[in-house]
């Protein structure tokens, strides 16, 4: 399955964003699938996860409460909501999907789409 990110872009601090993870190819809907980002200089970091049917769903630490992870297998799309955004979540947002492992760790994921770039100012 190939991986897309879209949605990026420039807001203000406190604002909100909406990035999509459209995937195309193989039956996306079995898929658990990942969002991780890499700000400048910095260690790729977990953002959120979803289980294949949506019930199950994961949140990085520095992002609970503030992000929301969702899918619509139906579109082959994961969604992630992203509000009061801080300037630290500034970063390239990844999806991936593949998974082999724990939810969190980047290395289990075997297939990555391209990222969106967020900037978030002050």
């Known amino acids: 399955v190939q991986l897309q990110a879209s949605g990026g872009g420039l807001v203000q601090a406190g604002g909100s964003l909406r990035l999509s993870c459209a995937a195309s190819?193989?039956?996306?809907?079995?898929?658990?699938v990942g969002w991780f980002r890499q700000a400048p200089g910095k260690e790729r970091e977990f953002v959120a996860a979803?289980?294949?049917?949506?019930?199950?769903?994961y949140h990085g630490d520095s992002v609970k409460g503030r992000f929301t992870v969702s899918r619509d297998n139906a579109k082959n799309t994961v969604y992630l909501q992203m509000n009061s955004l801080k300037p630290e979540d500034t970063a390239v947002y990844y999806c991936?999907?593949?998974?082999?492992?724990?939810?969190?760790?980047?290395?289990?994921?075997?297939?990555w789409g391209q990222g969106t770039l967020v900037t978030v100012s002050s």
């Open positions: 991936a999907s593949d998974l082999t492992g724990s939810v969190s760790y980047g290395t289990s994921y075997h297939n």
């Open positions: 190819g193989r039956t996306f809907s079995k898929y658990v």
């Open positions: 979803i289980s294949w049917g949506g019930v199950i769903t």
